[in-house]
């Protein structure tokens, strides 16, 4: 079992910055993929930014050249660094690993408002 902690969400201005934090309970370096997801109220839940072993990084068309994903394995964490960020960035932001299995984290929120 592996737990997933998020951190880092919160309520940004336009053209503003965050950087999120997944924490896992044990090490993930052994996971096939690491990514970030996010959910805004009446979509579904989409990928932005996935490391996946063998195939590298990839990005949401919408966030590429604003976000960057990165992982630190000596801390079990995973990062999503968001630059420039929009008001159609606000969602409920997932931290996702596959070891497999693939586990969740239980979201945290990011709003980017005026």
């Known amino acids: 079992q592996v737990q997933l902690v998020e951190s880092g969400g919160g309520l940004v201005q336009p053209g503003g910055s965050l950087r999120l934090s997944c924490a896992a309970s044990?090490?993930?370096?052994?996971?096939?993929?690491v990514g970030w997801y996010r959910q805004a109220p009446g979509n579904q839940r989409e990928l932005v930014a996935r490391?996946?072993?063998?195939?590298?990084?990839n990005y949401a068309d919408s966030v590429k050249g604003r976000f960057t994903i990165s992982r630190d394995n000596a801390k079990n964490t995973v990062y999503l660094q968001m630059n420039s960020l929009k008001p159609e960035d606000t969602a409920v932001y997932y931290c996702?690993?596959?070891?497999?299995?693939?586990?969740w984290g239980q979201g945290t929120q990011v709003t980017v408002s005026s």
């Open positions: 490391i996946t072993v063998g195939f590298g990084t």
């Open positions: 044990r090490s993930i370096n052994s996971a096939v993929a």
């Open positions: 996702n690993v596959l070891l497999p299995p693939n586990y």
